[in-house]
């Protein structure tokens, strides 16, 4: 079975990980992949002010090691020259998908006709649009998702549920089943510790049960697994966290598992 890692951040230096700013670095990765019998993963840059340059490390370590690492890069969406970054990523970084951790709380302006140049992009170029999504914000990217059919969609860290109010037994998972028509929106089922009521507990019950939630609600073929290393670190080793959907998800047939370990990122994401 093909392991794949939908969600992990390189950096050289990774100031908010202090005193271990260090966990991100690439050779340690690797390490930490090769350990835990991870295949690939996919790099999701950290622009900011420490290290503005990521997105072109990214796209050099992805270069580095192809077998192992993929690039996306990121793009803010609100930004003028938005449509023409995306359009520039595969060729400028080699990336195969754009990530965005938007900068306003409501996303709703992503669905007027003032920014459908930025969906035309992603049309065109055949990128992945990676995006971080809160649940008030679910009906907006379904409305997207369903308006732009050929462009695939993918959200992090379960949908970020806990946080909204949505409890792991809540049968619709906020609303998010209106998405099971939309087969080109998919949910990373990553950053276990955002959904765990104890973060270090690597046996992740609570954690299990939304993935088992949106499992049923979406279907194993449109979930992926991501473990956000290096922040998921604070709390367990890499081969924890892979763990917890290999050995530890016993309600998942192994066809399942091979779809959210490995399979559904290897479709979307052409890796």
Same mark, same amino acid.
């Given at each position: ?75 803010? &969406? #609100? !930004?003028?020259? +938005? ?9 400028? /970084?080699? =990336? *195969? %998908? ?77 609303? &998010? #089943? !209106?998405?099971? +028509? ?9 950053? /276990?510790? =955002? *959904? %765990? ?75």
């Amino acid at each position: 079975m093909r392991i794949i890692d939908a969600h992990v951040h390189t950096l050289e230096d990774y100031p908010s990980m202090t005193p271990f700013q260090d966990m991100g670095r690439v050779d340690r990765l690797l390490y930490h992949m090769q350990d835990a019998g991870v295949d690939k993963a996919l790099m999701l840059p950290v622009v900011a002010d420490s290290s503005p340059q990521n997105n072109a490390d990214c796209g050099r370590w992805a270069k580095e090691h192809p077998e192992q690492l993929a690039a996306m890069t990121d793009v803010p &969406l #609100d !930004a003028p020259d +938005a449509p023409e970054r995306i359009a520039a990523a595969r060729a400028q /970084f080699g =990336s *195969v %998908a754009i990530s965005c951790y938007p900068r306003t709380p409501d996303l709703e302006w992503m669905t007027t006709t003032e920014h459908e140049a930025i969906w035309i992009a992603f049309q065109v170029s055949g990128l992945v649009c990676n995006l971080q999504v809160t649940p008030p914000n679910y009906a907006h990217i379904i409305e997207l998702a369903r308006r732009y059919p050929s462009v695939r969609f993918v959200m992090n860290h379960f949908g970020l549920p806990k946080g909204g109010g949505i409890a792991a037994d809540d049968e619709n998972f906020g609303g &998010l #089943d !209106a998405a099971a +028509a939309a087969d080109n929106l998919f949910v990373k089922v990553s950053a /276990f510790y =955002s *959904v %765990a009521d104890t973060a270090w507990d690597f046996h992740c019950p609570t954690a299990l049960a939304y993935l088992y939630r949106l499992r049923d609600v979406l279907g194993a073929d449109r979930l992926m697994f991501g473990s956000d290393w290096p922040p998921a670190g604070r709390q367990l080793t890499y081969r924890q966290i892979v763990e917890i959907v290999r050995p530890q998800a016993v309600d998942l047939s192994e066809q399942e598992r091979a779809a959210i370990l490995g399979g559904t990122a290897a479709g979307v994401y052409g890796v």
